[in-house]
Antibody
């Protein structure tokens, strides 16, 4: 069965960086793009960006340009998202999600990783 | 960027009642690239509807989606206790992907 398993909660100081992981299993890793979405406490969903695990090409939301880097490791079927220059407003649950075939919706989600900046 | 506006913000209903949720886009959504997700507290979102009206795998038929262009609707025909949650619409036809602000369906 398809699974996306994310790394554990993080607590960071303002100005620091955080690198989150999302390990995929149950499908061919290189065949599906992965998105990152975040959700601040009590708030809605915010798209961060997308990575093609096969070629490594990425597209980031304008808001995060210059602060976010997404990478993939095909050997371990894992994608990573690094966010730098953290501020308190970055406190959120970060989800990875698989994009279904083509230009599709997000059909499988990770369990989320809470990042606290304080 | 396509901005999605959901209404109402909160819907207070009883089990067995019909829920009608609205999602309006700031410009026409290409190829009906509109999805609906359900999110319960402490859980990741779950895909319900894609292509505006197609149910995702395993989604009960009491959930239905309709609409095109800029106006979309999610209908839950008869609310079950497990349906009380927050629902988000999403545009996925290009970047940036965008989400509506959510509609909370709460127990009356």
């Amino acid at each position: 069965q398809v699974q996306l398993v994310q790394s554990g909660a993080e607590v960071k100081k303002p100005g620091a960086s955080v690198k989150l992981s999302c390990e995929a299993s149950g499908y061919t890793f290189t065949n599906y793009y992965i998105h990152w979405v975040r959700q601040a406490p009590g708030q809605g969903l915010e798209w961060v960006g997308i990575i093609n695990p096969s070629g490594g090409d990425t597209t980031y939301a304008q808001k995060f340009q210059g602060r976010v880097t997404m990478t993939s490791d095909t050997a371990t079927s894992t994608v990573y998202m690094e966010l730098s220059s953290l501020r308190s407003e970055d406190t959120a649950v970060y989800y990875c999600a698989r994009m279904s075939h083509g230009l599709g919706p997000f059909d499988y989600w990770g369990q989320g990783t809470l990042v606290t900046v304080s | 960027e396509i901005v999605l506006t959901q209404s109402p913000g909160t819907l207070s209903l009883s089990p067995g009642e019909r829920a009608t949720l609205s999602c309006r886009a700031s410009q026409s959504v290409s190829s009906n690239s509109l999805a609906w997700y359900q999110q319960k507290p402490g859980q990741a979102p779950r895909l319900l509807i894609y292509g505006a009206s197609s149910r995702a795998t395993g989604i009960p038929d009491r959930f239905s989606g309709s609409g095109s262009g800029t106006d979309f609707t999610l209908t839950i025909s008869r609310l079950e206790p497990e349906d009380f949650a927050v629902y988000y619409c999403q545009y996925y036809g290009g970047s940036p992907r965008t989400f509506g602000q959510g509609t909370k369906v709460e127990l009356k």
